[in-house]
Protein backbone atom coordinates (compact mmCIF):
# COMPACT_ATOMS: atom_id res chain seq x y z
CA UNK A 1 0.00 0.00 0.00
CA UNK A 2 1.21 3.55 -0.51
CA UNK A 3 1.21 6.64 1.38
CA UNK A 4 -1.90 8.44 -0.59
CA UNK A 5 -4.09 5.23 -0.49
CA UNK A 6 -3.37 4.71 3.55
CA UNK A 7 -4.41 8.14 4.19
CA UNK A 8 -7.64 7.86 2.06
CA UNK A 9 -8.43 4.74 4.22
CA UNK A 10 -7.40 5.92 7.60
CA UNK A 11 -8.27 9.56 7.85
CA UNK A 12 -11.66 10.52 8.94
CA UNK A 13 -12.01 13.98 10.22
CA UNK A 14 -14.04 17.12 8.21
CA UNK A 15 -14.19 17.28 5.00
CA UNK A 16 -11.52 14.09 4.17
CA UNK A 17 -12.40 10.91 1.71
CA UNK A 18 -13.00 8.42 4.16
CA UNK A 19 -14.61 11.12 6.25
CA UNK A 20 -17.32 11.91 3.77
CA UNK A 21 -17.68 8.12 3.48
CA UNK A 22 -18.56 7.59 6.87
CA UNK A 23 -20.83 9.71 7.78
CA UNK A 24 -22.86 8.47 4.79
CA UNK A 25 -24.17 5.52 7.54
CA UNK A 26 -26.02 5.51 10.10
CA UNK A 27 -22.83 5.02 13.30
CA UNK A 28 -22.90 4.51 17.10
CA UNK A 29 -22.09 7.57 18.91
CA UNK A 30 -22.68 6.35 22.72
CA UNK A 31 -24.73 3.57 24.58
CA UNK A 32 -28.20 4.06 25.91
CA UNK A 33 -26.99 3.74 29.36
CA UNK A 34 -24.71 6.74 28.52
CA UNK A 35 -27.22 9.22 28.97
CA UNK A 36 -30.07 9.01 31.28
CA UNK A 37 -33.46 11.89 30.87
CA UNK A 38 -32.82 14.81 32.29
CA UNK A 39 -29.32 13.53 33.01
CA UNK A 40 -25.94 15.48 32.29
CA UNK A 41 -25.00 15.95 28.59
CA UNK A 42 -22.23 13.45 27.15
CA UNK A 43 -18.83 14.82 25.63
CA UNK A 44 -18.44 12.83 22.44
CA UNK A 45 -15.91 13.18 19.74
CA UNK A 46 -16.42 11.18 16.91
CA UNK A 47 -15.24 11.91 13.44
CA UNK A 48 -12.64 14.22 15.02
CA UNK A 49 -16.10 16.80 15.73
CA UNK A 50 -16.16 18.02 19.37
CA UNK A 51 -20.00 17.34 20.28
CA UNK A 52 -22.40 16.47 23.11
CA UNK A 53 -25.22 14.04 23.52
CA UNK A 54 -27.94 14.34 25.66
CA UNK A 55 -31.58 12.94 26.86
CA UNK A 56 -34.06 15.67 28.28
CA UNK A 57 -36.98 15.35 30.26
CA UNK A 58 -38.79 13.63 28.36
CA UNK A 59 -36.65 11.23 26.91
CA UNK A 60 -35.71 12.77 23.63
CA UNK A 61 -32.50 12.21 22.14
CA UNK A 62 -29.84 15.26 20.62
CA UNK A 63 -26.67 15.29 19.62
CA UNK A 64 -24.97 18.81 18.97
CA UNK A 65 -21.74 20.88 18.75
CA UNK A 66 -20.19 21.04 22.09
CA UNK A 67 -19.49 25.46 22.23
CA UNK A 68 -22.25 27.51 22.91
CA UNK A 69 -22.29 30.50 20.07
CA UNK A 70 -22.96 33.32 22.38
CA UNK A 71 -19.44 33.02 24.25
CA UNK A 72 -17.63 30.08 23.13
CA UNK A 73 -18.44 27.74 26.36
CA UNK A 74 -18.71 24.13 27.17
CA UNK A 75 -22.14 22.54 26.76
CA UNK A 76 -21.35 19.87 28.57
CA UNK A 77 -22.03 21.84 31.54
CA UNK A 78 -25.30 23.05 30.53
CA UNK A 79 -28.50 22.47 31.72
CA UNK A 80 -31.00 19.43 29.92
CA UNK A 81 -34.44 20.73 30.08
CA UNK A 82 -37.86 20.07 27.99
CA UNK A 83 -36.65 21.53 24.60
CA UNK A 84 -33.31 21.06 24.47
CA UNK A 85 -29.81 22.32 25.95
CA UNK A 86 -29.64 25.34 28.13
CA UNK A 87 -26.36 26.53 28.59
CA UNK A 88 -24.99 27.74 32.32
CA UNK A 89 -23.63 30.97 30.74
CA UNK A 90 -26.13 33.20 29.62
CA UNK A 91 -29.45 30.55 29.70
CA UNK A 92 -29.28 30.16 25.87
CA UNK A 93 -31.35 27.61 24.98
CA UNK A 94 -30.77 25.16 22.12
CA UNK A 95 -33.51 22.66 20.84
CA UNK A 96 -32.63 19.05 19.33
CA UNK A 97 -31.95 20.81 15.78
CA UNK A 98 -29.41 23.22 17.41
CA UNK A 99 -31.93 26.27 16.39
CA UNK A 100 -31.93 29.09 19.23
CA UNK A 101 -35.13 29.24 21.07
CA UNK A 102 -34.14 31.37 23.88
CA UNK A 103 -31.63 34.15 24.71
CA UNK A 104 -33.26 35.14 27.88
CA UNK A 105 -30.37 38.04 28.92
CA UNK A 106 -31.73 40.06 25.78
CA UNK A 107 -34.53 42.37 26.78
CA UNK A 108 -36.26 42.93 23.49
CA UNK A 109 -36.45 39.67 21.90
CA UNK A 110 -37.79 40.67 18.57
CA UNK A 111 -34.69 42.54 18.33
CA UNK A 112 -32.43 39.44 18.73
CA UNK A 113 -31.34 36.78 16.22
CA UNK A 114 -33.55 34.27 18.66
CA UNK A 115 -34.63 31.39 16.21
CA UNK A 116 -31.60 32.42 14.05
CA UNK A 117 -28.99 31.65 15.76
CA UNK A 118 -27.97 27.54 14.74
CA UNK A 119 -25.54 25.17 16.12
CA UNK A 120 -24.25 22.00 14.40
CA UNK A 121 -26.93 19.02 15.33
CA UNK A 122 -27.50 15.73 14.22
CA UNK A 123 -30.21 13.21 14.00
CA UNK A 124 -30.00 10.73 16.82
CA UNK A 125 -32.05 7.04 16.55
CA UNK A 126 -32.13 4.51 19.49
CA UNK A 127 -31.62 0.70 19.04
CA UNK A 128 -30.39 -2.26 20.60
CA UNK A 129 -28.83 -0.68 23.56
CA UNK A 130 -27.15 1.88 21.19
CA UNK A 131 -26.96 5.37 20.23
CA UNK A 132 -26.93 5.67 16.56
CA UNK A 133 -26.42 9.27 14.39
CA UNK A 134 -26.50 10.25 11.24
CA UNK A 135 -23.77 12.68 9.95
CA UNK A 136 -24.12 12.96 6.42
CA UNK A 137 -25.70 15.48 3.87
CA UNK A 138 -29.33 15.78 2.72
CA UNK A 139 -31.42 13.07 4.27
CA UNK A 140 -30.60 10.14 6.36
CA UNK A 141 -31.03 6.91 5.21
CA UNK A 142 -32.98 4.57 5.99
CA UNK A 143 -31.71 2.72 9.53
CA UNK A 144 -30.95 -0.53 9.06
CA UNK A 145 -33.16 -3.52 10.18
CA UNK A 146 -30.62 -5.44 11.92
CA UNK A 147 -31.61 -8.56 13.69
CA UNK A 148 -29.64 -7.87 16.72
CA UNK A 149 -30.63 -4.19 16.90
CA UNK A 150 -34.33 -5.13 16.84
CA UNK A 151 -34.56 -7.66 19.73
CA UNK A 152 -34.70 -7.65 23.58
CA UNK A 153 -32.12 -6.69 26.39
CA UNK A 154 -32.45 -10.72 27.32
CA UNK A 155 -31.19 -11.77 24.10
CA UNK A 156 -27.87 -9.11 23.85
CA UNK A 157 -24.90 -7.90 25.83
CA UNK A 158 -23.48 -4.57 24.92
CA UNK A 159 -20.55 -3.07 25.69
CA UNK A 160 -18.05 -0.36 24.30
CA UNK A 161 -14.32 -0.29 24.31
CA UNK A 162 -12.14 2.56 23.99
CA UNK A 163 -8.82 1.81 21.60
CA UNK A 164 -6.00 3.91 21.68
CA UNK A 165 -5.12 3.15 17.43
CA UNK A 166 -6.85 4.31 14.33
CA UNK A 167 -10.54 2.19 13.61
CA UNK A 168 -9.48 0.77 10.19
CA UNK A 169 -6.62 -1.32 12.12
CA UNK A 170 -9.27 -2.65 14.31
CA UNK A 171 -11.78 -3.53 11.50
CA UNK A 172 -9.00 -5.65 9.77
CA UNK A 173 -8.28 -7.67 12.99
CA UNK A 174 -11.70 -8.94 13.27
CA UNK A 175 -11.34 -10.79 9.53
CA UNK A 176 -7.45 -12.14 10.25
CA UNK A 177 -8.23 -15.81 10.30
CA UNK A 178 -5.00 -16.93 11.31
CA UNK A 179 -4.74 -14.90 14.52
CA UNK A 180 -7.24 -17.25 15.73
CA UNK A 181 -5.28 -19.66 16.30
CA UNK A 182 -2.73 -18.53 17.86
CA UNK A 183 -3.33 -15.15 19.96
CA UNK A 184 -6.49 -16.22 21.05
CA UNK A 185 -5.53 -19.96 21.93
CA UNK A 186 -6.68 -21.08 25.40
CA UNK A 187 -6.66 -24.26 27.17
CA UNK A 188 -10.32 -24.77 28.24
CA UNK A 189 -9.10 -26.37 31.52
CA UNK A 190 -7.71 -23.08 32.06
CA UNK A 191 -10.55 -20.65 31.24
CA UNK A 192 -13.18 -19.47 34.23
CA UNK A 193 -15.62 -19.19 30.98
CA UNK A 194 -18.28 -22.09 30.00
CA UNK A 195 -17.93 -20.96 26.44
CA UNK A 196 -13.89 -22.38 26.42
CA UNK A 197 -15.45 -25.90 26.88
CA UNK A 198 -18.42 -25.93 24.41
CA UNK A 199 -18.23 -28.52 21.77
CA UNK A 200 -18.45 -26.63 18.11
CA UNK A 201 -21.89 -28.17 16.59
CA UNK A 202 -21.18 -31.23 14.44
CA UNK A 203 -18.22 -32.12 16.51
CA UNK A 204 -16.84 -33.65 19.75
CA UNK A 205 -13.80 -30.82 19.60
CA UNK A 206 -14.13 -27.21 21.01
CA UNK A 207 -14.13 -24.29 18.80
CA UNK A 208 -10.39 -23.35 20.43
CA UNK A 209 -9.09 -27.34 19.51
CA UNK A 210 -10.36 -27.01 15.82
CA UNK A 211 -9.16 -23.33 15.12
CA UNK A 212 -5.52 -24.55 17.13
CA UNK A 213 -4.84 -28.02 15.12
CA UNK A 214 -5.42 -26.27 11.67
CA UNK A 215 -3.19 -23.06 11.77
CA UNK A 216 -3.24 -22.68 7.43
CA UNK A 217 -7.38 -22.48 7.02
CA UNK A 218 -8.61 -22.35 3.19
CA UNK A 219 -10.06 -18.56 3.04
CA UNK A 220 -12.15 -17.50 0.72
CA UNK A 221 -13.62 -14.06 0.42
CA UNK A 222 -16.37 -12.56 -1.82
CA UNK A 223 -17.93 -9.24 -2.61
CA UNK A 224 -21.69 -8.96 -1.28
CA UNK A 225 -23.86 -6.02 -1.68
CA UNK A 226 -23.28 -5.43 2.02
CA UNK A 227 -19.16 -5.28 1.95
CA UNK A 228 -18.06 -8.71 2.44
CA UNK A 229 -18.52 -12.50 3.22
CA UNK A 230 -15.58 -14.70 4.22
CA UNK A 231 -15.99 -18.37 4.00
CA UNK A 232 -13.17 -20.32 6.15
CA UNK A 233 -12.76 -23.91 6.32
CA UNK A 234 -9.85 -26.11 8.66
CA UNK A 235 -9.48 -29.96 8.72
CA UNK A 236 -11.76 -31.42 11.75
CA UNK A 237 -11.91 -35.53 12.63
CA UNK A 238 -15.57 -35.43 11.32
CA UNK A 239 -14.91 -33.29 8.33
CA UNK A 240 -14.19 -29.93 7.78
CA UNK A 241 -15.01 -26.81 10.77
CA UNK A 242 -16.60 -23.88 8.52
CA UNK A 243 -17.22 -20.73 9.66
CA UNK A 244 -18.76 -17.44 7.98
CA UNK A 245 -17.81 -14.08 8.88
CA UNK A 246 -18.41 -10.58 7.45
CA UNK A 247 -17.20 -7.37 6.54
CA UNK A 248 -20.16 -4.82 6.62
CA UNK A 249 -19.80 -1.36 5.38
CA UNK A 250 -19.01 1.07 6.77
CA UNK A 251 -17.37 -0.28 9.95
CA UNK A 252 -18.34 -3.58 11.38
CA UNK A 253 -17.93 -7.19 11.59
CA UNK A 254 -20.16 -10.41 12.01
CA UNK A 255 -18.16 -12.91 13.92
CA UNK A 256 -19.27 -16.11 15.78
CA UNK A 257 -18.34 -15.04 18.91
CA UNK A 258 -18.89 -16.84 22.56
CA UNK A 259 -22.72 -17.71 21.34
CA UNK A 260 -21.77 -19.37 18.69
CA UNK A 261 -22.49 -22.85 19.54
CA UNK A 262 -25.91 -21.75 20.27
CA UNK A 263 -26.62 -20.07 16.86
CA UNK A 264 -25.59 -16.54 17.94
CA UNK A 265 -23.15 -14.73 16.94
CA UNK A 266 -20.89 -11.13 17.91
CA UNK A 267 -20.83 -8.13 16.25
CA UNK A 268 -17.33 -5.61 16.27
CA UNK A 269 -18.80 -1.77 15.60
CA UNK A 270 -15.59 0.44 15.21
CA UNK A 271 -15.99 4.11 14.71
CA UNK A 272 -13.24 6.53 15.02
CA UNK A 273 -12.72 9.13 17.67
CA UNK A 274 -10.10 10.86 15.48
CA UNK A 275 -7.67 9.00 13.60
CA UNK A 276 -5.43 7.82 16.39
CA UNK A 277 -8.39 6.47 18.45
CA UNK A 278 -12.18 4.64 18.51
CA UNK A 279 -14.46 3.10 19.94
CA UNK A 280 -15.07 -0.73 19.46
CA UNK A 281 -18.74 -1.42 20.10
CA UNK A 282 -19.37 -4.74 20.80
CA UNK A 283 -23.13 -6.35 20.64
CA UNK A 284 -23.10 -10.52 21.57
CA UNK A 285 -26.53 -11.72 20.11
CA UNK A 286 -28.21 -15.20 20.43
CA UNK A 287 -31.91 -15.23 20.19
CA UNK A 288 -33.73 -17.01 23.66
CA UNK A 289 -31.79 -15.35 25.77
CA UNK A 290 -27.97 -15.17 27.45
CA UNK A 291 -26.34 -15.42 30.39
CA UNK A 292 -24.85 -11.81 30.53
CA UNK A 293 -22.20 -12.80 33.10
CA UNK A 294 -21.00 -15.79 31.34
CA UNK A 295 -20.79 -13.54 28.05
CA UNK A 296 -19.02 -10.79 29.70
CA UNK A 297 -16.40 -13.17 31.85
CA UNK A 298 -15.68 -14.68 27.79
CA UNK A 299 -15.20 -11.56 26.29
CA UNK A 300 -13.56 -9.09 29.18
CA UNK A 301 -12.20 -11.56 31.21
CA UNK A 302 -11.04 -11.01 34.79
CA UNK A 303 -10.11 -7.54 34.17
CA UNK A 304 -12.27 -4.92 34.48
CA UNK A 305 -12.71 -1.94 32.22
CA UNK A 306 -11.39 1.31 33.64
CA UNK A 307 -13.23 4.12 31.60
CA UNK A 308 -13.73 1.77 29.13
CA UNK A 309 -10.34 0.50 28.50
CA UNK A 310 -8.26 -2.34 29.61
CA UNK A 311 -5.40 -1.14 32.19
CA UNK A 312 -2.09 -1.27 31.28
CA UNK A 313 0.85 -1.99 33.36
CA UNK A 314 3.18 1.10 33.02
CA UNK A 315 3.85 1.58 29.18
CA UNK A 316 2.33 -2.28 28.15
CA UNK A 317 -0.95 -4.25 29.15
CA UNK A 318 0.37 -7.17 31.56
CA UNK A 319 1.29 -10.33 30.41
CA UNK A 320 1.87 -13.36 32.14
CA UNK A 321 5.09 -15.41 31.04
CA UNK A 322 4.27 -18.54 33.26
CA UNK A 323 0.99 -18.44 31.69
CA UNK A 324 2.63 -19.12 28.13
CA UNK A 325 4.92 -21.87 29.46
CA UNK A 326 2.14 -23.50 30.90
CA UNK A 327 0.45 -23.22 27.56
CA UNK A 328 -2.92 -21.93 29.57
CA UNK A 329 -2.98 -19.39 27.24
CA UNK A 330 -0.57 -18.95 24.16
CA UNK A 331 -0.53 -14.81 24.47
CA UNK A 332 -0.23 -14.60 28.08
CA UNK A 333 -2.76 -12.48 28.23
CA UNK A 334 -5.49 -14.46 30.03
CA UNK A 335 -8.89 -15.72 28.78
CA UNK A 336 -10.55 -12.16 27.15
CA UNK A 337 -10.37 -12.41 23.99
CA UNK A 338 -11.21 -8.34 23.76
CA UNK A 339 -8.03 -7.70 25.33
CA UNK A 340 -5.75 -10.15 23.37
CA UNK A 341 -7.49 -7.84 20.10
CA UNK A 342 -6.85 -4.35 22.14
CA UNK A 343 -3.40 -5.57 22.56
CA UNK A 344 -2.59 -6.48 19.41
CA UNK A 345 -4.13 -3.50 17.30
CA UNK A 346 -2.93 -0.98 19.58
CA UNK A 347 0.90 -2.75 19.38
CA UNK A 348 0.83 -1.54 15.97
CA UNK A 349 1.26 1.95 16.53
CA UNK A 350 -1.96 4.60 16.56
CA UNK A 351 -1.67 4.27 12.42
CA UNK A 352 0.33 1.61 11.81
CA UNK A 353 2.52 2.78 8.10
CA UNK A 354 1.27 0.01 5.89
CA UNK A 355 3.53 1.24 3.44
CA UNK A 356 6.20 -1.54 4.93
CA UNK A 357 3.96 -4.32 5.26
CA UNK A 358 4.47 -8.01 3.76
CA UNK A 359 1.14 -9.55 3.14
CA UNK A 360 0.41 -13.04 2.19
CA UNK A 361 -1.85 -15.10 0.64
CA UNK A 362 -3.66 -15.65 4.26
CA UNK A 363 -4.20 -11.84 4.14
CA UNK A 364 -6.63 -11.51 1.38
CA UNK A 365 -9.45 -11.08 3.24
CA UNK A 366 -7.59 -8.03 4.07
CA UNK A 367 -6.54 -6.77 0.84
CA UNK A 368 -10.58 -7.08 -0.28
CA UNK A 369 -11.83 -5.08 2.97
CA UNK A 370 -9.26 -2.23 1.69
CA UNK A 371 -10.65 -2.12 -1.46
CA UNK A 372 -14.43 -2.29 -0.94
CA UNK A 373 -13.65 0.68 1.28
CA UNK A 374 -11.52 2.61 -1.55
CA UNK A 375 -14.22 2.03 -4.30
CA UNK A 376 -17.14 3.21 -1.87
CA UNK A 377 -14.63 6.18 -1.15
CA UNK A 378 -14.45 6.87 -4.79
CA UNK A 379 -18.34 6.24 -5.75
CA UNK A 380 -19.08 9.26 -2.75
CA UNK A 381 -16.49 11.50 -4.52
CA UNK A 382 -18.13 10.85 -7.59
CA UNK A 383 -21.25 11.95 -6.43
CA UNK A 384 -22.40 8.14 -6.17
CA UNK A 385 -24.58 6.86 -3.17
CA UNK A 386 -21.90 4.07 -2.12
CA UNK A 387 -22.89 0.27 -0.98
CA UNK A 388 -24.90 -0.52 1.39
CA UNK A 389 -26.98 2.87 2.07
CA UNK A 390 -30.41 1.71 2.15
CA UNK A 391 -32.78 4.21 0.78
CA UNK A 392 -35.99 2.12 0.33
CA UNK A 393 -37.46 0.39 2.93
CA UNK A 394 -38.22 -2.58 0.30
CA UNK A 395 -34.64 -3.44 0.43
CA UNK A 396 -34.27 -3.17 4.50
CA UNK A 397 -33.52 -7.37 5.01
CA UNK A 398 -29.99 -8.88 4.37
CA UNK A 399 -31.28 -12.64 4.04
CA UNK A 400 -27.36 -13.19 2.71
CA UNK A 401 -25.82 -11.71 5.52
CA UNK A 402 -25.48 -14.76 7.89
CA UNK A 403 -22.71 -15.68 10.42
CA UNK A 404 -21.85 -19.95 10.46
CA UNK A 405 -19.61 -21.93 12.75
CA UNK A 406 -19.82 -25.41 12.93
CA UNK A 407 -18.63 -29.02 11.17
CA UNK A 408 -19.98 -30.04 8.07
CA UNK A 409 -19.03 -32.91 5.84
CA UNK A 410 -15.57 -33.43 4.19
CA UNK A 411 -16.86 -33.78 0.84
CA UNK A 412 -19.41 -30.68 1.31
CA UNK A 413 -18.90 -27.83 -1.07
CA UNK A 414 -18.62 -24.93 1.17
CA UNK A 415 -20.47 -21.94 -1.09
CA UNK A 416 -22.88 -24.45 -2.10
CA UNK A 417 -23.46 -25.25 1.97
CA UNK A 418 -23.89 -21.05 2.16
CA UNK A 419 -26.13 -20.63 -0.18
CA UNK A 420 -28.66 -23.20 0.49
CA UNK A 421 -28.59 -21.77 4.10
CA UNK A 422 -29.61 -18.17 3.07
CA UNK A 423 -31.97 -19.73 1.09
CA UNK A 424 -33.30 -21.39 4.06
CA UNK A 425 -33.58 -17.84 5.82
CA UNK A 426 -36.76 -16.62 7.15
CA UNK A 427 -38.18 -13.72 5.07
CA UNK A 428 -36.79 -10.73 6.69
CA UNK A 429 -34.47 -12.15 8.39
CA UNK A 430 -30.71 -11.22 8.81
CA UNK A 431 -27.52 -10.61 10.95
Known amino acids: MNAETQERLVRTGPGTPGGNLQRRYWQPVGLSEDVAAGGAPMPVH ?29 LAYARTEDGGLRCIYHGWLFDGQGV ?17 VRITSYPCHEA ?11 EPPVFPNYEFLDTTAEERFTCKIRLECNFFQ ?21 AKSEYFAQKAPGSTNTASALLASDVTPDIQPMRTPFGMREIVTRKAPEGQYLKIENFVLPGFAAVPGPTAAQGGYLVLWHVPIDDESHW ?13 DHVAGHLLGSIPLVNYQFPKSGELYAQDRDEMRRNATFAGLGTSFALH ?18 LGAEDKSIALIRRITLEAIADVEAGREPPHVIRDRADNHFPELIVLAEVVPAGCEPADYVN ?3 ARQPAGSSV
Request: net charge neutral.
Open 46 to 74: IFSEDLVLYRDPSGNLGLVTRRCPHRGTD
Open 100 to 116: CREQPGVADQRATVVNR
Open 128 to 138: GGLIFTYMGPG
Open 170 to 190: GIEGNLDQVHLSFLHRVDPNA
Open 280 to 292: KYNVVFKRGGINK
Open 341 to 358: DAVIVEAQGPICDRTHEV
Open 420 to 422: ERI
